[in-house]
């Protein structure tokens, strides 16, 4: 869960017949609710597939950097699966969008202040994954030593 509240991004993968697809999205992870928010646009490829499929599987990824003359790779990973809802409720987007933007900037007050609006709430598009899976890997350490 920390993975999630701490990356900018995950990628989340979909489905419409047999047909795979990958987006990577910025989000905010609300651990009291177990979901994760995301904003996108009101139509594309990625709306038209969730409206009909809504399961996705994810991954967020904090790189902890390569390891020069170990050939190895430092990690941390969160792997989820889910399913997608659009959010109509203005009081629940609201939140979405605050839960995005304290993962997000730096200055939090400031953005939330000039950007969440009632006008900006009734236009923004809002996705909410539900996680009913998660797991993870972590490398903490080199596994090859030379």
Not at 98 to 125: A, C, F, W, Y
Request: glycine residues 6%.
């Amino acid at each position: 869960m920390a993975t999630l509240e701490k990356t900018k991004y995950i990628t989340i993968a979909m489905c419409l017949e047999n047909e795979p697809y990958l987006v990577t999205l910025s989000h905010g992870y609300s651990r009291e609710k177990n979901c994760i928010y995301f904003h996108c646009a009101q139509e594309g490829k990625k709306i038209d597939i969730l409206r009909v499929n809504g399961t996705v599987w994810g991954q967020a990824i904090n790189d902890l950097g390569y390891v020069p003359g170990s050939c190895d790779h430092l990690f941390v990973t969160t792997q989820f699966r889910g399913k997608v809802t659009f959010i109509q409720d203005i009081v629940e987007k609201e939140l979405a969008l605050k839960t995005m933007i304290h993962q997000l900037e730096p200055d939090p007050g400031k953005v939330i202040e000039e950007q969440i609006t009632e006008s900006s709430l009734q236009r923004v598009n809002i996705g909410r994954i539900d996680i009913d899976f998660l797991s993870g890997k972590k490398s903490k350490e080199t596994i090859i030593s030379l």
